[in-house]
């Protein structure tokens, strides 16, 4: 499928329900006046989930030597000195 069409004024006025459905299978439409690109139209993004502070508060547990030095030997294999 094509993933952009061009129409006439015309043709979006009188079809403006199909170029709609169209639109929401992906396909960009541009609308032209006299042969002149004039407008598009575009699906519209899907709106972002606002992020919410302190979400997974009390669910997640960090142990308390989580920041203490790592043992030689899991140090060396970091660093490829196996």
Known sequence: MN???QVNMHEAKTN????V???ADGVEI???KAGKPVAKLVP?????RV???GFLKGRIKIAP???APLPPE???AFEGNV
């Open 30 to 32: 541009v609308i032209a």
């Open 16 to 19: 403006l329900s199909r170029l």
């Open 65 to 67: 030597d989580f920041d």
């Open 21 to 23: 459905d169209r639109v």
């Open 3 to 5: 993933d952009r069409a």
């Open 74 to 76: 899991t140090l060396d």
């Open 51 to 53: 992020r919410k502070p």
């Open 44 to 48: 519209i993004a899907p709106a972002r």
